[in-house]
């Protein structure tokens, strides 16, 4: 027997066809003030708290890799460990190189600077492209615009302060000669015979080790530098800045080489500028396969007739349908123009020059050239892919921001930073949000338990809350 005590809190609804409501899909009517105007503004301080804390998580975010960048600065200047080296070995004896090709400051213009400036450019003046549908304000435009900016920023960031906290700590920990050591060396020839710690100790070296302390040159930076060969800074850092700097262009230029989608795969307008705005024609609020290109593959059984004759029209009607099957496939996709291919690549054949210049320097050796390129290079597919989908199926969009109770925190259960706490469901805590509710409480998902909760305390459910928000948008 149900319990007679909650039944007040429980609306009667006169639609025959309505979900019977429980304690569970609303709250208590003595929660919520007589006064609307109380309410919303209740909600809207809510709201701006939730948006506090988002932005402070991201601040955050901001202030790891500056102290990252930081400790990598120190690891960077600490005195190397310094490895035994042979006066005769000639991988080290090349000639102290005084003007680099790329001296340190050209690098930070190239792989930082650089990559700053044009993200900035793409993601302010491309960005979000020409899928934004009429009507859209502006105002949604340009946070969509400084999302795109801010995300971009954030990945190189992390591609490159990986990659510098990796390579100065790797640098002073091995402590391997440079191919111009012996150039910065300076060494105590006259009392070779104390410095020998390899081998039996001769008034000659005969290709025996010598510890460090062999070298005498007074400037301090450039003999403890020429134990810095393994890995290459020069490298890693244009790895990480000019490779991320490639990725990024070639996900907001939609370069990639062509691919047929996968069974399954989402209709296209979900990777437009904002989805939730497209109203597909002659349907409201739902979708329609207008699609001329993937017609269904379900092709009609003929059972047991004999399709040997050349005429027959069952025959005729199949080969029609494979005909057709295969044109689609093949339009699909298509090749990017070569020019967008150039520009993307240009960023990743700077780091490559780059690289090679401490070869012919002789700034480092080969495989400390490879292993430094190799850092960056992973960083910088990392970085990229923690902050934007894949180039071959994100449309060249960011990641969207982190849902507001999981701004600092998820815990053991929780799949996606993206999805709401309690019920798992997507929330909307991007530039749509404000524009859909007013101030956060939008989730991108609507139930029927969500539904009939609103429509149990006189709201409208979502999605025409949504709609009513878009049309006055649209004519402001």
């Known amino acids: 027997m149900p319990d007679e005590t909650i039944s007040p809190l429980i609306p009667r609804s006169t639609n025959p066809y309505s979900r019977i409501l429980t304690p569970t899909h609303i709250s208590d009517p003595s929660s919520h003030s007589d006064h609307p105007i109380m309410d919303d503004s209740r909600g809207r301080r809510k709201g701006r708290g939730a948006n506090l804390l988002l932005t402070a998580s991201y601040v955050f975010d901001w202030a790891i890799l500056v102290i990252a960048a930081v400790v990598g600065y120190v690891l960077g200047n600490i005195t190397p460990n ?22 340190t400051w050209l690098l930070v213009m190239c792989s930082t600077v650089a990559p700053i400036v044009i993200v900035a450019i793409i993601s302010l003046i491309f960005v979000p492209g020409s899928t934004v549908p009429r009507g859209t304000p502006k105002s949604l435009v340009w946070k969509r615009k400084l999302w795109e900016l801010h995300a971009g920023w954030l990945g190189l960031a992390l591609s490159l302060v990986a990659a510098w906290f990796i390579t100065n700590g790797m640098k002073n920990l091995f402590g391997k000669p440079r191919p111009d050591l012996i150039s910065r060396c300076q060494p105590d020839l006259a009392n070779l015979s104390k410095y020998i710690v390899g081998g039996i100790a001769n008034s000659s070296s005969n290709g025996q080790l010598v510890s460090g302390d062999i070298c005498k040159n007074p400037d301090k930076y450039i003999l403890d530098d020429g134990f810095r060969s393994y890995p290459s800074g ?17 996900s907001k230029f939609a370069i990639t080489l062509p691919f047929l989608a996968p069974s399954g795969y989402a209709d296209a307008s979900a990777f437009t500028a904002f989805p939730s705005r497209i109203r597909p024609r002659g349907v409201r609020g739902g979708g329609s396969s207008e699609s001329y290109e993937l017609p269904t593959r379900n092709t009609t059984t003929v059972g047991n007739e004999h399709l040997s004759a050349p005429l027959d029209p069952a025959l005729q009607k199949r080969v029609a349908q494979h005909t057709q099957t295969v044109a689609a496939v093949r339009r699909q996709a298509a090749a990017p123009p070569l020019y967008l291919l150039v520009i993307c690549v240009l960023p990743f054949f700077a780091a490559i020059f780059i690289a090679s210049s401490r070869w012919f320097d002789f700034r480092h050796h080969g495989f400390d050239i490879l292993f430094g390129f190799f850092i960056g290079t992973i960083t910088a597919f990392f970085s990229f892919r923690y902050y934007h989908l894949p180039i071959s199926q994100g449309a060249g969009w960011a990641w969207g921001p982190r849902s507001h109770d999981k701004a600092f925190w998820a815990g053991v259960g929780s799949f996606s930073y993206a999805t709401e706490h309690v019920r798992g469901q997507y929330h909307r805590v991007d530039e749509e949000e404000g524009l859909a509710d007013g101030y956060g409480r939008g989730t991108g998902l609507q139930t029927d338990d969500g539904a009939a909760a609103a429509a149990a305390v006189g709201r409208k459910p979502m999605q025409e809350e949504e709609d009513t928000a878009y049309a006055g948008a649209g004519r402001s």
């Open 82 to 103: 310094k490895r035994p080296f042979s006066l005769e070995d000639r991988d080290i004896s090349f000639p102290f190189t005084v003007h680099e090709t790329v001296p």
């Open 234 to 250: 020069h490298s890693s850092s244009s790895a990480a800045g000019l490779i991320y700097l490639s990725l990024f262009i070639a």
